[in-house]
């Protein structure tokens, strides 16, 4: 009998927001949205949706999953554990091999926030309904304001037109206005096998490899030589911009990826973090803190490092990470 399967993707580092988020510990699993991650969270918002969790992480991070889900009471699941980090393409067709044909998998990040969970709930039932119709479902989200940060689909009624990259403030405003646009959620619903078949239609080299290197997992280890010779793709430019399968949730819950402290700051708000009166805010200590000429900007504090910057500026961090990498630090 065929399952519905949450794959959660947990391999990300989360760049723009260091320094809060390290290799060592990634903002999906720092426990600063009320007492629990993004990681938990997640588990636990699709876990009466589905019948298992496969984790796909990798060799940094997986011991950090085991003790998410430990930390909410969730002991049955599977895990497969990336020697290196080979993209959305490559950590998707891995979870395909290890369920079976008729299996649907629900692909969800791990670093998302996601609230309003009836509507969330429905959404999801509407993309296991057109799963189980051999259709690649994505889902949109209804965008609330011009974002530059997240790639957009263009869609009519639930089919996609298709993908654009993460825009300049005026084409955003244009695609807010147009309505023809959505925020690409990158979460994703489909059988096992109408993904492979996909996948080894447009990615013949991503599928062959994928598959020699699952056949060689060892205790839910994969081989690192193996998993070396697999092109490093998003499942977006692999499959989900060519196959004429696809179909898109549009959907009404509320959601951010958190993948910058723009997002962070806007919840950390909402949810009682105090500002001054100029909108400048401190996140990581209580140390008696007072911004001078600058308004809505932010002070983030570590034990080992201090960033401050303008709330617009919050996209820009990843340079920071990208130039500390650049030198090897062990900041990161």
């Excluded at 993707?9 to 600063?32: E, M």
């Excluded at 060799?59 to 969730?74: E, H, K, R, T």
């Excluded at 990615?203 to 690192?224: C, G, H, W």
């Excluded at 949810?271 to 996140?283: A, E, P």
Aim: charged share 25%.
């Amino acid at each position: 009998m065929s399952k519905v399967v949450n794959v959660i993707l947990s391999g990300g580092v989360g760049s723009r927001l260091w320094p809060l988020s390290r290799k060592n510990k990634p903002k999906q699993y720092l426990n600063i949205f009320g007492d629990k991650s993004l990681f938990q969270l997640t588990a636990l918002r699709n876990k009466k949706l589905t019948d298992s969790i496969l984790v796909l992480g990798n060799i940094d991070n997986y011991v950090l999953s085991d003790i998410a889900l430990s930390g909410i009471n969730v002991d049955q699941y599977q895990q497969i554990i990336e020697a290196a980090p080979r993209n959305t393409a490559a950590a998707i067709a891995l979870a395909a091999f290890a369920v079976n044909d008729e299996d649907i998998l629900l692909i969800t990040p791990s670093d998302h926030l996601i609230e309003n969970q009836i509507e969330y709930n429905k959404s999801i039932n509407k993309a296991i309904r057109l799963a189980e119709q051999d259709y690649l479902v994505t889902f949109g989200l209804v965008p609330i304001r011009p974002e530059t940060g997240f790639g957009y689909i263009q869609v009519k009624k639930n089919d996609v037109i298709g993908f654009r990259e993460k825009p300049n403030l005026e084409t955003a405003q244009e695609f807010l206005k147009s309505g023809d646009f959505l925020w690409n959620s990158g979460m994703f619903c489909f059988k096992s096998k109408i993904f492979l078949e996909e996948l080894e239609k447009y990615q013949p080299t991503v599928f062959e490899t994928s598959k020699k290197a699952f056949e060689k997992i060892n205790d839910s280890r994969l081989p690192l030589e193996e998993s070396m010779e697999i092109p490093s793709i998003s499942v977006d430019y692999a499959v989900m911009e060519k196959t004429d399968r696809l179909k898109v949730v549009k959907s009404g819950f509320d959601w951010s990826d958190m993948g910058s402290f723009e997002s962070l700051y806007d919840y950390l708000k909402t949810n009682g973090q105090k500002t001054d009166k100029h909108g400048n805010m401190v996140i990581g200590t209580d140390i008696y803190t007072e911004f001078l000429g600058i308004k809505k900007s932010i002070l983030i504090f570590t034990e080992d490092a201090i960033l401050v910057l303008k709330k617009e500026k919050s996209q820009d961090v990843k340079k920071i990470y990208e130039n500390l990498n650049i030198k090897n630090t062990q900041l990161l």
